[in-house]
């Protein structure tokens, strides 16, 4: 049976960003489904009933909430190369580091542009530098 990949985000989200990117690099097709946040569907409600927001990765029909544990499930599942984390455990917690400022310091301020999103994206999640 093939894998039904379907992300809930919307285009400006950085945190669905990193998700879109992750799915890229790991080459998994996915149904990509456009949120209106003013307007969220019922699709939304029913896979995030607790935050009831974006993104949500819906992996044969399971729902994962949250960027940096969707991540971290992309990384188990489609566990082939390239690795979206480092395999040193010093390198992961330093990585898990900055994913965590970034989430609680940068992002939740709005002071992070699209280009400095995607240049911390890489150094936090990537062992090399995505080809975009």
């Not at 690099?25 to 009831?52: A, I």
């Not at 965590?100 to 150094?123: N, P, Q």
Request: charged fraction near 25%.
């Amino acid at each position: 049976m093939a894998d039904e990949v379907v992300l809930l985000d919307t285009w400006a989200s950085m945190f669905g960003m990193r998700i879109r990117i992750a799915l890229a690099e790991k080459g998994v097709k996915y149904e990509y489904k456009e949120e209106d946040l003013r307007n969220k569907s019922p699709l939304l409600l029913q896979m995030n009933p607790v935050h009831k927001k974006i993104p949500v990765l819906i992996h044969n029909g399971k729902p994962i909430c949250e960027s940096a544990i969707i991540l971290q499930y992309i990384d188990e599942i489609w566990n082939h190369n390239p690795q979206l984390m480092p395999s040193d455990p010093y390198e992961r917690a330093q990585a898990r580091f900055w994913i965590d400022y970034i989430d609680k310091k940068v992002c939740a301020f709005g002071l992070l542009s699209s280009h400095l999103f995607l240049f911390c994206f890489k150094f936090c999640f990537c062992q090399r530098f995505l080809i975009l």
